[in-house]
């Protein structure tokens, strides 16, 4: 069955059905895609007509380098872009087109998406793979979820800023950010995207990469005001949200109560989980190689996920402005509630 995905919104109906089940595919040639699909940046001001700055041109790098991290993920089970031939970078260039009469820049990620998607091939079923290249896609270029991006990064600034400065400095700073406009993503898609990664673990991982593209992209295109993905940022706002702070990822433990949302066998040397903390909500990917040592901890991890129970892990993670960028399990124990919690 030919399904026409013809805009965002269609894009967001197709995946809504494929992750309750309403829409089956043999393939991603059952998907086609109308010219919306792209990441874009437009600038109006009149010096860059039909150009690109070389400080314009580091966001692009870097979301190129996002492609070829993200592809590495799902066919090596690495984010290591080195293991990567010659040909595989050929067929992952991204190319960006200006259009005359702005800085009105598009990257036609389409068939680098589906490179990137297609590489599951083997690992996952086509419905897993339509999903994958769905939420590619969106996160990729929707304007949905870069505004919902833009609104989370001005939260968390500002919640940097009301522990780190003054109080007239922050009435500053606020102003600036309060004119990036409210969010449009709705309560319906973030859960659809709950749901997807649910089913396939490794777009987390894949979603991050994407976002460190988009935050790359939006710092150096926001030396003026812009658009990012149909989503005006002004200049100041743009630059605030993504000023680097000076800190590099912290080791921490992650040591709790955890439900196991999914586990992905594909990665090579092992496998992956989507693991939640039943206290927190807080839900990040690890690694469990580690475990695969001890058939004990293994059987806990396969019984929390079969019998939807909690599971007690021991977690090794890395973290970077408050979000999960690597985590190793230790170990696993089955869930034992303390004679102080009440029983349900």
């Not at 977690?315 to 029983?343: C, D, M, T, Y």
Request: no cysteine; net charge negative.
């Amino acid at each position: 069955m030919l399904i026409e995905i013809n805009s965002e919104q269609d894009a967001w109906a197709t995946l809504h059905g494929l992750i309750n089940g309403n829409l089956e595919i043999d393939s991603l040639d059952d998907l086609r895609f109308g010219d919306w699909v792209g990441t874009r940046v437009y600038i109006p001001e009149g010096k860059y007509d039909s150009s690109l700055s070389a400080y314009m041109m580091q966001g692009w790098q870097d979301a190129q380098r996002a492609i070829y991290r993200s592809y590495a993920l799902l066919k090596k089970g690495d984010a290591n872009a080195r293991s990567l031939t010659d040909e595989e970078r050929s067929r992952l260039e991204l190319v960006v087109k200006v259009s005359s009469g702005s800085s009105d820049q598009k990257a036609d990620i389409l068939d680098v998406l589906k490179e990137t998607a297609l590489s599951a091939v083997g690992k996952m079923e086509p419905k897993q793979i339509a999903t994958v290249l769905i939420v590619l896609i969106l996160t990729w270029g929707g304007t949905s979820v870069t505004s919902n991006w833009l609104n989370n990064q001005k939260e968390i600034k500002l919640t940097e800023l009301r522990e780190t400065s003054s109080q007239r400095a922050f009435e500053t700073i606020d102003r600036a950010l309060q004119t990036i406009g409210p969010n449009s993503m709705t309560d319906d898609q973030r859960q659809v995207l709950r749901q997807a990664t649910e089913e396939v673990p490794a777009l987390v991982d894949l979603q991050n990469e994407a976002e460190n593209a988009r935050h790359s992209i939006t710092r150096h295109a926001t030396k003026t005001d812009a658009q990012v993905n149909g989503v005006s940022v002004p200049s100041e706002a743009g630059q605030r949200i993504t000023r680097e702070t000076r800190q590099s990822a912290n080791e921490v433990r992650k040591d709790g109560n955890y439900r196991i949302l999914k586990v992905d066998t594909t990665v090579p040397d092992g496998f992956r989980v989507l693991v939640e903390n039943i206290e927190t909500g807080e839900r990040f990917s690890a690694d469990v190689q580690q475990v695969l040592e001890s058939h004990e901890d293994r059987a806990v991890i396969q019984d929390a996920e079969w019998s939807k129970v909690p599971v007690r892990l021991q977690v090794n993670a890395r973290e970077k402005r408050g979000q999960i960028i690597e985590a190793i399990i230790l170990k696993a124990e089955k869930f034992e509630v303390s004679s102080s919690q009440p029983s349900n």
